[in-house]
C-alpha cells in the first residue's frame, strides 16, 4: 500500500497526500456498517461492505492474494496466461488483477451465471467463455453445470504453454487473503468486540480465512455458515434442491478449503428469505446487493430471534457483492 506523500506547493507550505498508485490499492479495507433499520436490537448486525472492492465483490481480495503469492513463489512467469473457472465474482476480481499486473486472462464460466458478470470480466480484457447449461437454467446454476465449465477450461490448458490455473476452490492462497486482511480488519472495526460471525460458501475461502483469524483472538467467538435449504451437504444432508439463487453459492458439494475445525454451526436460508432481505438491504438501509448477501443477513436474524448469543450480542457478516451483478430475474 502507498504510503501518503508530502509536496511542496508554490507558497512552499508543505501539504500531505493520498493518492492510490492503482486499482490494486483499492482492494480491502472496506467498511463496516450497522444495519440498524433491520435489526433495532438488541444485539446488533453489523456487515461488511465487500461490494466496495472495484470489482464489485469479496472475490478481489482472494484474487489479488492467490496471483501476488503465485508470483511469489514462481508459479507464474511474468506475462505469462491466467485461466479459472468462475461463477463470475472470482472471474471479475482475477480479470481485474491480470490487467494490472500485465497477464492475458481467460475465464471459463456457466451462461446460467448473471450476464453482467461475463460483460465486466470482459471490460477488464479478459476472454470470459460461456458455457452452455446441462441442468440449471439462467439465473440457477447446478454443479454439472461447473463441472462442464471445468472441462472446457481444461481443454484448454491442455493447449497452452505456460498457462497458470488459479484453482480458487483448492488454492490455500484463497483463505490467507482473508486471514492476512478481512479478518484483521473485522477484529480492528468492532475492537474486538464479536459474538458470532456468519457466512455463506462458496470455495470456503472467506468463511475459513475470518474464521481462523478470529478463532486465535478469541476461541469463543461463534463461527456459522449459511447454506441454501436443500442443498446442505456441509450439514450432512442429501441435496434436495440444487437449484437455488444463491449463485457461487451451495453447489451440493464440500469445499475443498473447508475446515470443519472453526466451524460451530451450520444454518440454512430458503430463496424466499434470501430475496426478502436483499430487498429489506436495498429500501431500508440503501444498500442494493446481491443474494448472498440477502442470505447472510436473514441468517443472522434468525440466529438473534433464537437468543443463542446471550442478551445483546454483536453479529458480523459480509455483504459479499453489488446487486448490479445480477439479472432482474427475481423481483
Known amino acids: 500500500m502507498a504510503a501518503a506523500t508530502t509536496t511542496t506547493i508554490t507558497n512552499n507550505e508543505p501539504r500531505s497526500t493520498d493518492i492510490k498508485s492503482s486499482a490494486l490499492e483499492l482492494i480491502g479495507n472496506t467498511p463496516l456498517i450497522a444495519l440498524d433499520r433491520i435489526w433495532p436490537g438488541p444485539g446488533r448486525i ?3 461492505c465487500e461490494f466496495l472492492n472495484p470489482g464489485g465483490s469479496i472475490k478481489d481480495r482472494s484474487a489479488y492474494s492467490m496471483i501476488k503469492y503465485a508470483k511469489q513463489e514462481g508459479k507464474l512467469a511474468e506475462g505469462a496466461p491466467i485461466i479459472e473457472v468462475t461463477s463470475g465474482n472470482q472471474g471479475c476480481g482475477i480479470a481485474l ?18 450476464p453482467q458478470r461475463a460483460e465486466m470480466m470482459r471490460g477488464f480484457g479478459a476472454n470470459c467463455e460461456l458455457v452452455p447449461q446441462v441442468e440449471g437454467k439462467p439465473g440457477n446454476v447446478t454443479l454439472r453445470d461447473v ?23 483448492s488454492n490455500p492462497n484463497n483463505c490467507r487473503a482473508h486471514e492476512e ?23 470456503a475461502g472467506s468463511f475459513v480465512g475470518i474464521s481462523r483469524y478470529l478463532k486465535r483472538q478469541n476461541p469463543n467467538i461463534r463461527c456459522v455458515i449459511v447454506e441454501p435449504e436443500g442443498a446442505e451437504v456441509i450439514a450432512g444432508k442429501e441435496v434436495t434442491k440444487p437449484l437455488h439463487l444463491l449463485q457461487g453459492s451451495g453447489y451440493g458439494k464440500v469445499p475443498e478449503l473447508f475446515d470443519y475445525n472453526v466451524m ?9 428469505e434470501a430475496l426478502k432481505y436483499k430487498n429489506l438491504l436495498g429500501v431500508k438501509e440503501g444498500l442494493y446487493v446481491g443474494f448472498t448477501s440477502g442470505a447472510n443477513i436473514a441468517s443472522a436474524v434468525k440466529l438473534l ?3 443463542k448469543l446471550g442478551p445483546d450480542p454483536w453479529i458480523v457478516t459480509l455483504l459479499n457483492d453489488s446487486g448490479l451483478k445480477y439479472s432482474e430475474l427475481h423481483k
Open 46 to 48: 453489523l456487515a461488511k
Open 305 to 307: 430471534e433464537s437468543g
Open 264 to 272: 460451530d454451526e451450520a444454518m440454512s436460508v430458503t430463496d424466499e
Open 181 to 203: 486482511t478481512t479478518g484483521p480488519e473485522i477484529y480492528r472495526q468492532t475492537g474486538g468486540r464479536i459474538d458470532a460471525f456468519i457466512a455463506t460458501l462458496g470455495t
Open 97 to 114: 488483477v491480470a490487467a494490472l499486473m500485465n497477464h492475458p486472462c481467460t475465464l471459463t464460466m456457466s451462461a446460467g451465471n448473471s
Open 147 to 169: 463441472e462442464k465449465a471445468l472441462e472446457r477450461a481444461e481443454g484448454i490448458i491442455a493447449q497452452t504453454p505456460n498457462i497458470f490455473y488459479v484453482e480458487q476452490f
